[in-house]
């Protein structure tokens, strides 16, 4: 998988809420994240299938709640994406049955180096693997049975976030003796960054110095999940996606910082080595920091592993931000964020500290067929106001492009009670961050999306001209000189023009207010 998931033949930018962990069988609640979804203009609800759920009992299974969350999902015209929850959520098996939870010596928990056990299955014990296998296949069949037609659900989530807390490895018998039984041939030729030594022999010190425990758990987990999605597959080959607590955080040592033997970006190579069944390894996104949030995305993105976002905040401002430049920048390919509920007040309105991720998401969702389109072309570009920031510039090859943040602006002529009259947010005042894509569609044709943004255009002057000085001075040489500018939205692939712009709603800069879009075409004549 390279690109855009493929859904009926189109590519398809995904975007989306994921439901709190316990929503899949409570129908009001389900109901109110569906709500939230569609309010939000998104396309996707992800949502988890628990293990204990579908085998109450061992080889008694029931798959009533995961067709129940299909088909309020089909009706609502929103693709799925499912969670299975089995051996770890976060790590720890809260939703495995009762029957392994009741055999620790069968099913046997990971121990640390004192002996003692920490909260997770070990991924080294073959009978937690075999019934997890089983149970999984047992959900891919069904899925196969009752979705193939209609592709409601169209990813599957291979457990959640999983390695080991409070231990660098396990230190159980099992994992002692894979231990010493050295490094698999085909990690011989990968190194991770910072490891301190030069690779030799094969054992897992020699070849990989201070990470050597973080790098044999991370090839058990992938060892554990590559047999697990590998056989789900060979059922209903649906693509296959693994979340992954980050790892660039803290002082970033596994089993203090994050979950040892996670996908973290130090041992991706291990994983894509491992794991060839996973298509997707994806980053869980709980970052405001800029720099890091960008450090995440940079790491993620591959070209065996393009960006997808299953979980981020959804509420506040930070990745209302920053989520602009995962897009932009990076090319992602679907972005979920985690508990629509949570976006809701009790009559099912948004609450204030989401209106800013709702601006942010319609203003994508606007113009998911663009960055379908666009991926890759280095024609989608982020305007997003860091802090003490009031302006920010591109340079074009055609034009200078001015971007002013409204929060940092003065003068909101133009920006009031013409914007729309019919909504009840219409008003001149945005005080916070401003944020948007801007899509380059042709030589003069331009798509702006998102909040709080105004752009000015000035043309570049022809590089024989002899006395440009004029031309750039000129407002017939700026944004004054346009052909239309027309406030719309996209239905499929078709531009809709919901209203003209003109006069006051364009003369002093091209601007969105609240997720808004605009389809702006300069004139080349000038």
Not at 28 to 51: D, F, T
Not at 79 to 86: N, R, S
Not at 168 to 196: F, H, K, W
Not at 241 to 257: H, K, P, S, T, W
């Amino acid at each position: 998988m390279n690109g855009f998931l493929t859904i009926q033949g189109q590519p398809t930018l995904l975007l989306g809420l994921q439901t709190q962990n316990s929503t899949t069988g409570d129908p009001e609640l389900l109901a109110r994240e569906i709500a939230a979804v569609r309010l939000l203009g998104g396309n996707l609800l992800e949502a988890p299938v628990y293990w204990c759920d579908i085998e109450p009992q061992q080889d008694t299974f029931q798959f009533d709640s995961v067709k129940n969350l299909i088909d309020r999902c089909r009706e609502a015209g929103l693709h799925l994406i499912l969670l299975w929850f089995a051996t770890s959520k976060n790590g720890h098996p809260n939703y495995a049955p009762e029957y392994v939870k009741a055999a620790p010596q069968t099913y046997h928990l990971a121990q640390a180096r004192n002996g003692a056990h920490v909260a997770s299955l070990s991924p080294h014990c073959e009978a937690t693997l075999t019934r997890d296998q089983n149970a999984f296949c047992r959900l891919m069949a069904f899925l196969a049975a009752y979705d193939q037609p209609a592709q409601t659900v169209v990813m599957v989530q291979v457990e959640n976030e999983m390695g080991l807390a409070n231990t660098d490895r396990d230190y159980s018998p099992q994992a002692q003796a894979q231990y010493e039984a050295g490094v698999p041939d085909c990690l011989l030729n990968i190194t991770l960054e910072d490891m301190g030594v030069t690779p030799e022999g094969n054992s897992w010190k020699s070849r990989f110095g201070r990470h050597a425990h973080e790098a044999f758990s991370a090839c058990y987990h992938a060892r554990y999940v590559q047999q697990i999605a590998s056989a789900g597959k060979a059922i209903y080959p649906l693509p296959m996606i693994y979340n992954v607590m980050l790892g660039e955080q803290g002082i970033e040592e596994a089993g203090v910082n994050y979950n040892s033997g996670a996908a973290v970006g130090r041992v991706l190579d291990i994983y894509k080595a491992i794991a060839p069944a996973i298509d997707l390894i994806c980053p869980d996104m709980y970052v405001p920091d800029r720099e890091r949030y960008l450090r995440v995305c940079e790491r993620y993105t591959r070209a065996d592993n393009p960006l997808f976002i299953p979980e981020s905040p959804s509420l506040g401002i930070a990745n209302a931000l920053n989520m602009m430049e995962a897009f932009a920048r990076f090319g992602c390919i679907g972005m979920c964020y985690f508990g629509a509920n949570y976006m809701l007040d009790n009559r099912g309105a948004l609450l204030p500290d989401a209106q800013e991720l709702a601006y942010s998401m319609r203003a994508v969702a606007n113009v998911a067929p663009l960055l379908v389109r666009l991926r890759g072309t280095g024609n989608v570009h982020a305007l997003v106001q860091q802090a003490f920031m009031e302006k920010q510039y591109l340079r074009l090859p055609r034009y200078h492009v001015e971007a002013t943040f409204i929060s940092a602006c003065a003068e909101r002529h133009g920006l009031g009670s013409r914007i729309n009259p019919r909504d009840p947010e219409n008003d001149d005042i945005f005080t916070s961050p401003g944020r948007a894509l801007l899509l380059q569609t042709g030589e003069d044709e331009f798509y702006l999306s998102g909040a709080g943004v105004k752009v000015d255009f000035i043309k570049r002057p022809d590089p024989l001209e002899e006395d440009s000085y004029p031309h750039l001075t000129s407002r017939q040489s700026g944004t004054l000189n346009f052909l239309s500018v027309e406030e719309g939205h996209f239905d499929g692939d078709q531009w809709v023009v919901d209203r003209q712009r003109n006069g006051d709603e364009s003369n002093f800069a091209l601007f969105v207010h609240r997720g808004q879009t605009v389809r702006i075409r300069l004139n080349p004549h000038r």
